[in-house]
């Protein structure tokens, strides 16, 4: 089956699209360049003959395989997104196909200091002999997520070639800004009407995700006493001192990012901002535990009220929001969604494996929203990086496993769901 797909042609066009988002607009998306995909996608579907395509103000793309089979079952979506990571440059990039690979270190030739190494991905052993994906030293590839766009539009592509394939009506959805946390925040749920969601952004062959972080944003803001500099003697507090004294009371070795793994939570200061009088911090607060993200608001409070006592006459604020939840809370409730996932992975000739994201996806706030959408893999590595790849062969048995999915939701209708 996966000799007949094209997904490497698409996705190696889909990369050369500049789509990053930007975490400081106010306007969404946040990017006016994402909009160039999106349309891209919309006229794509259009040729491919699915039905009732949409792309809306805000960039939403949304198409429908109809149902061919007679019997009522669930409709079904699946999800990536358009956007890239601010993190890295993803301006001009060059996917370059490494056929074959065999091992040995990927230089990537416009940085020969950016080396893919299976010492350094240990991933790579595994994928000796596939056809790797890279970029050319300078910027991101964008396999986050636009491996996950090739796959669905590559599905897309092969079900309405192979009717022959039975299947319940499947909508396809693209979304913006989902590297910025605001992936669904104005998704019309009723236009999309589904009832079940697969998003297609998770890394290893064989891996469905179905539980994430649960996550707050936090900022601490000191403020403090203006004086003149050459005057302020007994008299100045400075703000930005305060914030840099609170920064400095977080653990060094726990409750970080760079310490901990697996289920461990942590609170993380993204950006310092201010001035002498009032200085915030921004941090995110992550756990797999939504319980324990009370204590974690309560820690924090307790060392910024530790920075005041010791400078009298400042004060502080803080401010928590929350922007998404594990979606096992969801997922619990439906465990035949994740099921199916397995079963179709085996069907294809995988071994599945359930995981775990220390991150969000759209499908964390798609659960909640009432769409329960775990996350399955896609193949994209090394994501937010220069040396971010993918294995054509990964993407080929993410569509194998798609087509063994909309088969096996065609034969649960309502009643036995």
Known sequence: MSEKYNVAERFMRYVQIDTASDPSAITFPSSAKQRHLAQKLYDELLEIGIDDVQIDEWSYVIGTIRANVS?????????????????????????????????EPIILPDDPTQVLSTKEHPYLLQKIGDDIITASGHTLLGADDKAGVAIIMELAAYLTNHPEIPHGDIRILFTPD?????????LDMEKLNADFGYTLDGGPLGDIEDETFSADGASVTFFGISAHPGYAKGKMINAIKLASDFVSLLPKDSWSPETTENREGFVHPTSIEGFL??????????????????????????????????????????????????MKEILKDVPFVADYAEEAMRKAGLTPKRAIIRGGTDGSRLSFMGLPCPNIFTGEMAIHSKLEYVSVQDMNKAIDTLVELVQIWQRHPWTQV
């Open 71 to 103: 019997h009522a079952a669930p409709t079904i979506c699946f999800c990536s997104h358009i956007d890239t990571a601010p993190d890295c440059s993803g301006t001009n990039v060059k996917p370059i196909l490494h056929q074959n690979y065999s091992g």
């Open 178 to 186: 989902e590297e910025v946390g605001r992936g669904v925040e104005r």
């Open 277 to 326: 009088e009032k200085a915030t911090v921004n941090l995110i607060i992550r756990d797999h535990d939504t319980q324990l993200l009370d204590s974690y608001h309560q820690r924090l409070d307790t060392l910024a009220k530790q920075i005041v006592a010791a400078n009298p006459g400042s004060r502080y604020q803080i401010h928590i929001q929350e922007q998404y939840r594990n």
